[in-house]
């Protein structure tokens, strides 16, 4: 799989649960060059980059390349401040089938929820 944030991130570790789900365990780069325009001084993780990410781990997970179809209650919750709390645990509730892959995403920091999501994706066959 070919990756849009190139060193934007670290997948730490992950776990698989036996209901098929994954808890990843990523950490922000915080010298990447998205955080210096995003917001100069005040470093901020662009939304669109967290849903890259959840789709990049999605593809790790299920060995497929996959192209967003639908977003549904997309929920930013917290700013994620690459300085001060780079290290996030994403929750992927993931079900597929044989051309759609869905996601329940959500997104923390401590104990703090960043984001929730639900994303649909068509699997892509090379």
Known sequence: MQTLL????????????????????????????????????????????????????????TSSALFLKMASNVKFMAIINPFETPDLKLQLDISEDETDVKVKNITSFGETIALKMTVSYKKLTS
């Open 6 to 61: 190139t060193d934007f991130y670290t997948l730490k570790s992950y776990e698989k649960a036996e209901n098929g789900s994954f808890t990843a365990y990523i950490s922000l780069h915080k010298e990447h060059d998205i955080f210096k325009g995003h917001f100069p001084g005040n470093p901020v993780t662009p939304g669109v980059c967290m849903m890259q990410i959840v789709k990049e781990l999605t593809e790790e997970f």
